[in-house]
């Protein structure tokens, strides 16, 4: 019989990431996958984000006592459960009703943080009433300053955690497959509005009881009646401001007392200038392959960058981890944490907030697994040493493993007290 792939739309049977995007593939039109799946270009970075995962190989250790293992890590001076959160996601609404609400619930009951998309679909007032947990907010920065002022109010009026000041979007990436989806803008072609009446559990979660979802955090930049998806992409398409520079940033800081966390870096210089601006992170980002294609991996800049500044602030990155394992590698090279972006959202897409704690639970399991077959019992025992990277990791001198030459030399003493 020809290997196959789980066929289904149940999510629970999915074992793993790649399992939940077929399930997600099935569950909600082609237009919505696409909106989620697809990259910019040629989608060249796209791809990269994920190759990189198998040129580094692990180099294990064996014989270490690995029967108590955990994953917590900290962040920003509190544990959190795993080496990953949720990173920002637009529109998540699409997907299923209340999209943001599931994917903040699930990362809530997982002990992670949840970063709220400036382009979500719920308000991030109602999101931390009715999710709780660790919530961070994303902003773009626009034309209109005064939003990103508005912005950081309430975030302080709600004792948000952290901000996240996404920087590669000042021009929006060139998504092509998205657009092949639509005759005109924001009208379907006839093939997708037939593929939308093939998926009436999507029509009757998200489009008939509460029609297309409006950009709900958007609210102080857009006029009245804007914040419908037609009315809100013309205006965010103005809004966009390609002058954007550090001085914005710099500004932001002394708007905003919280953390402050720049996304989008991807040089060592560009990590030391947001050191030097105050920041308190960064996230390595090519936005998913979906802005700069041809871009770098942020895997293939995180050993640099986690040398130059790691200590100095948090580092953090996002690109193409569907595995434990590739967590597990990016720890091993010095990151802080993991942003998920596609991982979750398949979740979200094959099985609602359910589906999301299935892909959390997955990844958890993989990295603990991973983790423990290394021979570590935590994170913090990661480094290069576990990683052989031709090209990139100097490939280091034979240093024994001390964990497994203690027991040894009690054996030979055994050998000697019986002889
Ligand atoms: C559907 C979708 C929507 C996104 N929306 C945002 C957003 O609103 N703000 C943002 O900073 N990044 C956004 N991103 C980028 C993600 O935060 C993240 O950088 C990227 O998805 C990571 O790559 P991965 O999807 O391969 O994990 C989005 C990505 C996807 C796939």
Known sequence: ?????????????????????????????????????????????LKRNRSVFEEIAFVPRTLVDVSKRSQTIELFGKPSAAPFMIGPTGFSGLLTHEGDLALARAAAAAGIPYVLSNASTMRLEELVSRAGGRVWMQLYLYRTRAFAKA??????????????????????????????????????????????LMHPRWIFDVLVPHGVPHFANLGDLLKPGQDSVRGAASAIADELDASLNWADIRWLRDLWPGKLIVKGVMTVEDAETAVACGADGIVLSNHGGRQLDGAISSMEILPEVAAAVGGRLTVMLDGGFRRGSDIVKARALGADAVLLGRATTYGLAAGGEAGVVRAIDILKTEVDRVVGLLGC???????????????????????????????????SKQKEAQS
């Open 377 to 411: 019992s935590d994170l913090s025992q990661l480094d290069t040493s576990y990683l052989r990277w031709p090209g990139h990791l100097p490939v280091p001198a034979p240093q024994g493993n001390p964990a497994a030459r203690a027991p040894r030399i009690e054996l």
């Open 1 to 45: 019989m020809k290997r196959r792939l789980y066929q289904g739309t149940d999510f629970r049977r999915a074992q793993n990431i790649d399992e939940l995007r077929a399930v997600a593939r099935r569950r909600v039109p082609n237009f919505c996958f696409e909106y989620v799946e697809g990259g910019s270009d040629d989608e060249v970075t």
């Open 151 to 196: 912005l950081v109010e309430r975030m302080k009026a709600l004792d948000i955690e952290a901000l996240v000041v996404t920087t590669d979007s000042a021009i929006f990436g060139n998504r092509e497959w998205d657009r092949r989806n639509y005759a005109r803008p924001l009208t379907l072609t006839l093939r997708n509005k037939l593929d939308v």
